[in-house]
């Protein structure tokens, strides 16, 4: 992660579908890059925002090969984590990786925003 970019992590519950919370975030952040996981859900509205507005996007996708089946997304979770100057949070309040994720970034020292449902 480069100090003078801004780059901002998503994660969320793959439940969600829309998210007008997150869709405005990002317009104000204006972010250098998006990172996130690839998955349906809030990834894939992070990473819809992301191509529509022109703004690079890395999908980080679990390695279920090097971690095994129970690890992978957790792993694949802390590297979204540290590559971010922000984590967005769009939790159901059910969805244990995200909960995850939110932990991580708090462990890391991880700026996070929990963005409301809409």
């Known amino acids: 992660m480069e100090k003078d970019k801004k780059v901002v992590a998503v994660v969320g519950s793959r439940s969600v579908r829309s ?10 952040l204006a972010p250098d890059q998006v990172v996130s996981g690839g998955a349906a859900g809030v990834d894939a509205l992070a990473a819809a925002w992301a191509r529509a ?24 979770n802390a590297e979204i984590v540290q590559r971010a100057n922000l984590v967005l949070v769009v939790w159901d309040g059910k969805s244990k990786g995200t909960l995850s994720t939110l932990r991580a970034a708090r462990r890391l020292g991880r700026r996070c925003e929990l963005l409301p449902l809409d």
């Open 19 to 28: 998210c007008a919370a997150l869709a405005a975030r990002l317009a104000e």
């Open 53 to 76: 507005h022109g703004v690079p996007l890395l999908e980080l996708r679990p390695d279920y090969a090097a971690h095994g089946p129970t690890a992978a997304t957790h792993v694949r």
